[in-house]
T-cell receptor, first 112, second 112 residues
């Protein structure tokens, strides 16, 4: 089944403790991106990747890092999480940047 | 970043009623997309619009790309319980998904 898989689905952590949210897609998609969803703000793009080893900042990149060493994986790294990064995070992929996005099922992160 | 104004923010309707929601922007977009997010899942693409004035249907859903290219609307006819969820509009300028901008979402609740 074609899908975008995020792990974990839920994560509670403390301020400053490094964490990684994994994202994997099995559709051989070139384009991948990360969004955060907050009430009243919709979906805001954090980082995106046009292809392997090509990443760029979205609208809200501060406090996040990404890497794209392989086509299928696009992990989101929070080196020193803070409470304002408490949010619902979505990974998405597309065959190409011009194609419709396929979203994962989300990771709900709480930073205390 | 750019903003899309989506309204209404929430709707409470009776089963069988028709639903209408819209998105407006001060910027021109080349593509308008409508997504639906079910509880606990990621957004799923409903309709994509690529030309100003285009009217496209997907079952009971109808969406239009505004003539000015600054707005779009989504109508749902004869609502049913599974229509419950959050609906997002998204506008895309040239380039691709890296330039995708989402509205704040419309939360639809249906009373049976």
């Amino acid at each position: 089944e074609a899908q975008v898989t995020q792990n974990p689905r839920y994560l509670i952590t403390v301020t400053g403790k490094k964490l990684t949210v994994t994202c994997s897609q099995n559709m051989n998609h070139e384009y991948m991106s990360w969004y955060r969803q907050d009430p009243g703000l919709g979906l805001r793009q954090i980082y995106y990747s046009m292809n392997v080893e090509v990443t760029d900042k979205g609208d809200v990149p501060e406090g996040y890092k990404v890497s794209r060493k392989e086509k299928r994986n696009f992990p989101l790294i929070l080196e020193s999480p803070s409470p304002n990064q408490t949010s619902l995070y979505f990974c998405a992929s597309a065959g190409r940047a011009q194609s419709p996005l396929h979203f994962g099922n989300g990771t709900r992160l709480t930073v205390t | 970043g750019q903003q899309l104004n989506q309204s209404p923010q929430s709707m409470f309707i009776q089963e069988g009623e028709d639903v209408s929601m819209n998105c407006t922007s001060s910027s021109i977009f080349n593509t308008w997309l409508w997504y639906k997010q079910d509880p606990g899942e990621g957004p799923v693409l409903l309709i994509a619009l690529y030309k100003a004035g285009e009217l496209t249907s997907n079952g009971r859903l109808t969406a239009q790309f505004g003539i000015t290219r600054k707005d779009s609307f989504l109508n749902i006819s004869a609502s049913i319980p599974s229509d419950v969820g959050i609906y997002f509009c998204a506008g895309q300028q040239g380039g691709g998904a890296q330039k995708l901008v989402f509205g704040q979402g419309t939360r639809l609740t249906i009373n049976p």
